[in-house]
């Protein structure tokens, strides 16, 4: 039997993408640009982050968001609009003889500080990560405390803006189940699944498959892979319902 599929396109993430690729859109006008392409395109829905217009890394200037925000609806009223809200969970850690000497790149607010963006704009969705996660080789670390989440479910919420919960590995999962059991989050729940970012959850079927066994009923998902592996990342969604 047919049934409608939603996609969603991540325009561009927060990533040190830029210096792999002159196509990766840095300034609002871009972003937004890119936006409406997708939506063009076929997308429902656009994930969006903002850039540093020099540097091209990714920040968190509410500006930026109501730019971008403004300029993809005085073009398209319809596309739904899903802004990060986990920049600010950045930490570098300092070198093993002195650990508490935080490296530049630290970026580490907490969970309503997050939400400045969200509580200035009122996006259709905004993205919460479930936990915190070793991320690559070196010392940087992704910060977002249970607690840190539940002060950002509850006010995201009273916003009245649908979170998408970020799962990273089954223990991401095991914590969005505990936010919806506490009753954080209404329902139709929206997930992503995550996968092929390190450390979190390798790109294995078999364990896509048994994070999508462990969904709550009323649980809508997406997955993604990096790079090269996002179309088979999107096609095994498919065929697994998301």
């Not at 994930?47 to 020099?54: A, G, K, N, Q, S």
């Amino acid at each position: 039997m047919n049934r409608d599929v939603i996609i969603s396109c991540a325009v561009t993430g927060s990533g040190d993408t830029t210096r792999r690729s002159e196509h990766v859109p840095v300034t609002p006008e871009q972003i937004a640009a890119s936006a409406l392409d997708a939506a063009s395109a076929g997308a429902a829905i656009v994930h969006c982050h903002v850039r540093d217009l020099e540097s091209g890394k990714g920040i968190r200037t509410v500006a930026l968001y109501q730019e971008v925000v403004e300029r993809i609806r005085e073009k398209n009223d319809e596309v739904i609009i899903n802004l990060t809200a986990g920049m600010g969970g950045d930490l570098n850690v300092g070198p093993d003889d002195d650990p508490m000497s935080w490296q530049p790149g630290t970026d580490l607010v907490g969970g309503l500080e997050r939400l400045a963006h969200v509580e200035a704009i009122r996006p259709d969705i905004c993205s919460m990560d479930c936990g915190s996660l070793n991320f690559g080789d070196d010392n940087e670390v992704y910060v977002s405390t249970p607690s840190m989440l539940r002060i950002m479910a509850a006010r995201v919420r009273e916003l009245g803006v649908r979170p998408e919960l970020e799962v990273f590995d089954t223990g991401n999962l095991w914590f969005a189940e505990t936010m919806i059991a506490e009753g954080l989050i209404d329902a139709p729940y929206w997930i992503q699944l995550c996968l092929s970012i390190p450390y979190g959850t390798p790109l294995d079927i078999g364990i896509l498959q048994a994070m999508v066994n462990r969904l709550p009923d009323e649980a809508e998902f997406t997955s993604f892979g990096l790079g090269a592996m996002q179309m088979p990342m999107v096609t095994q969604s498919v065929m697994l319902g998301g």
